[in-house]
């Protein structure tokens, strides 16, 4: 991450440092916040398009266009209309994973159902130790975390031994998630070069976000992608970014203002999201 060096009033130092010592922010924190706000950037912010909730109940129609989208971040996921397939955002640009395995690149004025971007800056870069399993590349992660409670942005760059990814198919009309993915397309590759990015959501965010570990891939050539369901690689590096601002785009389409969204969908989620 870049340094910054400049001369500041004795008035201002004291108040920044006063203001640390209280909220225990460090110095680095506070300014990196102030210039945000002040330059109108949502640093640390994760801006969500509608809620996990009413995509479990089929909520798919479209929500705010790919242009807004891209307004709020330059790198998220998330997946597009009727839940035609996946949605990688990487360096500001918005990727189509279809089940038929194309990518395309979407117009700013299409709509999407559901998507998580934020203005990614991480605070940390490591590197990984070689993981035989996603589940054992989370792990990884979560030891990285230091706490439950807060939202988690991570990328992760390198060449992957082996792949395993899922695209969910469109779904027909009045699927719920479980039924429209437990007909998605499955993917494996080998040795393949790409980024792998997302989220981690608190356990306490269930009723509107996707709790646990949350990754989508997008190969370097940009050819092969989709969400994560296993994989296996060595060398790679992490960079990771801790998120404790959260917005949320509530729809008002009528789909969703009729849904019944007072449900559990801790185990539908877990089974549209994980199972293969
Ligand atoms: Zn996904």
């Known amino acids: 991450m870049p ?29 990196s916040r102030a210039l945000a706000d002040s330059l109108q950037v949502e640093h640390g912010t994760l801006f969500q398009v509608s ?23 330059d790198f998220g996921l998330g997946t597009f209309i009727d839940l035609d397939g996946e949605m990688i955002v990487l ?37 990984l ?18 706490t439950d409670n807060l939202f988690f942005a991570a990328l992760i760059r390198g060449r992957f031994a082996r792949l395993h990814v899922r695209i969910a198919c469109k779904a027909d009309a009045h699927e719920s998630l479980v ?29 509107f976000g996707i709790p646990g570990w949350h990754l989508h891939f997008i190969s370097d050539d940009r050819k092969h992608g989709g969400h994560v369901l296993d994989c296996t690689a060595e060398g790679l590096t992490v960079a990771l970014e801790h998120i404790d601002d959260f917005r949320v785009a509530i729809p008002e389409t009528a789909a969703f203002l009729a849904a019944d969204l007072s449900g559990d969908t801790t185990a539908a989620l877990d089974k549209a999201e994980r199972a293969h």
Do not use: N
């Open 3 to 31: 340094t910054l060096t400049c001369e500041i009033s004795q008035s201002l130092w004291t108040a920044l440092q006063r203001k640390s010592e209280e909220t225990g922010e460090s110095v680095s924190h506070l300014v």
């Open 51 to 73: 809620t996990s909730g009413a995509l479990v109940e089929g909520v798919f129609g479209g929500v705010v266009s790919v242009g807004t989208l891209r307004e709020h971040g």
């Open 91 to 127: 360096d500001g640009e918005v990727y189509q994973m279809r089940s038929d395995g194309t990518i395309r690149i979407p117009d700013d004025r299409e709509q999407v159902p559901f998507a998580i971007v934020t203005h990614f800056s991480p605070d940390a870069t490591a590197a």
């Open 129 to 146: 130790p070689p993981f035989a399993s996603f589940k054992a590349l989370t792990a990884d992660l979560d030891a990285r975390r230091g």
């Open 179 to 207: 039924e429209a993915t437990g007909h998605q397309a499955e993917f494996t590759h080998t040795d393949i070069d790409g980024t792998l990015l997302g989220f981690w959501t608190p356990a306490f965010a269930k009723g």
